[in-house]
C-alpha cells in the first residue's frame, strides 16, 4: 500500500494560486493518484485524480512528474470557501475491491481574507 | 454523478444502547462499500470494507462484533454499533465506488453520520 506524505498545513490569501505538493515514493505501476476536500462534518469531496503528465478540471490541476513518486494539486485563485483538508490518496487495487482508499494525515488549507 | 447517503445525519444515543447506520448507493450498484471513523481534527479511518452477500473485512484493531455491517443489497450496506459507549463517539463515514466505470475511480463517499453516546 503506497504512503502518501503531506504538509499539515498551511496558509494562503484569497485570490492567491495554492499548490500542495504529495509524496508517493513507493507508488505502484497500476496506481493512481487522487485528491479528496473535507470540510468539517462533511464527507470527503472528490476534486481530482490523474495517472501521469498533467490533469485539469474546472476546480484544480494535477501535476504529476514523470517519476510519479509526487503530484502537485493546484488550486488557482483561492476563496475563503476553499479553506478545508486535502487529502491525497494512492489508489491499491486489491484484487475484487478495486481502489482500497486509505487516508493519510492531509494538509489543512486556511485562506485569510 | 454518483451519490452515496448516509442515515442519519446525527444520532445521539445512551451508553449500553445499539445505533444502526445506513449507507445507501443512490444511483448505481455497489458490491462494495467502506466504512469510515473520523475523531476530531483527525484523518479517516479505514474501519471495514463491506461485502455484498458475504461477510465484511474489518481492519486490525476494529471489533467485529462491536461494529456489525451488513451488506445485504446492492445498494444499501449498514454499520451497527453495539452497545454504545462514550468512547465511541465519533464521525462514521461511508463510501462506495461505482464499479461500471472501472476499477480506478473515485469513491464516493457519504455525508457523514455524527454519533454521540451519552
Known amino acids: 500500500l503506497a504512503k502518501t506524505t503531506q504538509p499539515i498545513s498551511m496558509d494562503s490569501y484569497e485570490g492567491q494560486e495554492v499548490n500542495i505538493t504529495c509524496s508517493h515514493n513507493n507508488i505502484a505501476t497500476n496506481d493512481y493518484i487522487t485528491w479528496y476536500q473535507q470540510f468539517p462534518s462533511q464527507g470527503p469531496r472528490f476534486i481530482i485524480q490523474g495517472y501521469k503528465t498533467k490533469v485539469t478540471n474546472e476546480v484544480a490541476s494535477l501535476f504529476i512528474p514523470a517519476d510519479r513518486k509526487s503530484s502537485t494539486l493546484s488550486l488557482p485563485r483561492v476563496s475563503l470557501s476553499d479553506t478545508a483538508v486535502y487529502y491525497c490518496?494512492?489508489?491499491?487495487?486489491?484484487?475484487?475491491?478495486?481502489?482500497?482508499?486509505?487516508f493519510g494525515p492531509g494538509t489543512r488549507l486556511s485562506v485569510l481574507p | 454523478g454518483a451519490v452515496v447517503s448516509q442515515h442519519p445525519s446525527w444520532v445521539i444515543c445512551k451508553s449500553g444502547t445499539s445505533v444502526k447506520i445506513e449507507c445507501r448507493s443512490l444511483d448505481f450498484q455497489a458490491t462494495t462499500m467502506f466504512w469510515y471513523r473520523q475523531f476530531p481534527k483527525q484523518s479517516l479511518m479505514l474501519m471495514a470494507t463491506?461485502?455484498?452477500?458475504?461477510?465484511?473485512?474489518?481492519e486490525q484493531g476494529v471489533e467485529k462484533d462491536k461494529f456489525l455491517i451488513n451488506h445485504a443489497s446492492l445498494t444499501l450496506s449498514t454499520l451497527t454499533v453495539t452497545s454504545a459507549h462514550p468512547e465511541d463517539s465519533s464521525f462514521y463515514i461511508c463510501?462506495?465506488?461505482?464499479?461500471?466505470?472501472?476499477?480506478?475511480?473515485?469513491?464516493?463517499f457519504g455525508q457523514g453520520t455524527r454519533l454521540t453516546v451519552v
Open positions: 463491506s461485502n455484498e452477500g458475504s461477510k465484511a473485512t474489518y
Open positions: 463510501s462506495a465506488r461505482d464499479p461500471g466505470q472501472g476499477m480506478n475511480t473515485e469513491a464516493f
Open positions: 490518496l494512492v489508489g491499491d487495487s486489491t484484487g475484487n475491491y478495486g481502489q482500497n482508499f486509505v
